[in-house]
């Protein structure tokens, strides 16, 4: 019985993981069902059994990823904390999830069926949570602090897409100058910004641009 389980458990993140790779690579439109089960070295029952359909693949996909998403903004903006430290702390969480978890935020940022409504509400249902936190933590104490109200719903997309746009250009980037991009480091890049964010892109602050 217990080997059973294993081996159940086993399949599904067989399935699990091909779909991310092949979804990051091909995207999940031009992914077929044939080429994930061949992928993941299962027959096509299985799929249905563990997931219902490809499109429950996906919605898994973006479960894992923005539940692990959600749980850095907790962890680094929720509390009473000075909010240029929290935003740093949580930018440096974050952009370190985003490395580990590329392919998913390939999925995630680039796969925008807009013309699929319940994909779309999918989605919006977790952004509803990760906006009402910042701004909670970001947008309201920024507005208190400088006078000036950025929208959460702006600020939050703002904040995740410079964040990941190192992963999603890495292969285009490469092709630029390979040397270049190598010489930024993760930690680096987390660095640079939190430069731009805190102190604009032309910041002065000698510190800081020694750190990087």
Request: proline share 3%; glycine share 6%; hydrophobic share 45%.
């Amino acid at each position: 019985m217990d080997n059973r389980k294993h081996q159940k458990t086993e399949s599904r993140e067989r399935i699990f993981q091909a779909a991310i790779t092949l979804f990051a690579r091909h995207g999940f439109a031009e992914t077929g069902m044939r080429e994930l089960v061949a992928e993941a070295g299962v027959n096509l029952s299985m799929v249905n059994y563990f997931f219902g359909s490809k499109k429950g693949l996906l919605k898994e996909i973006l479960d894992s990823f923005f539940s692990g998403y959600l749980v850095i903004a907790r962890q680094n903006l929720v509390g009473d904390d000075d909010l240029h430290a929290k935003l740093e702390r949580f930018i440096r969480s974050a952009v370190g999830y985003f490395d580990a978890e590329k392919k998913s935020l390939i999925i995630v940022i680039s796969e925008l069926p807009h013309d699929d409504p319940e994909i779309v509400e999918y989605k919006a249902g977790w952004a509803r949570q990760m906006v009402e936190i910042i701004n909670q933590e970001i947008c309201v104490p920024l507005a208190v602090e400088t006078g000036q109200h950025i929208p959460s719903t702006c600020f939050t997309p703002m904040l995740t897409s410079l964040m990941a746009s190192r992963f999603l250009f890495t292969p285009v980037m490469e092709k630029v100058s390979e040397s270049g991009l190598k010489s930024v480091t993760v930690e680096v890049y987390a660095k640079m910004i939190v430069r731009i964010l805190l102190q604009g892109i032309a910041g002065s602050d000698d510190e800081v641009t020694a750190d990087l």
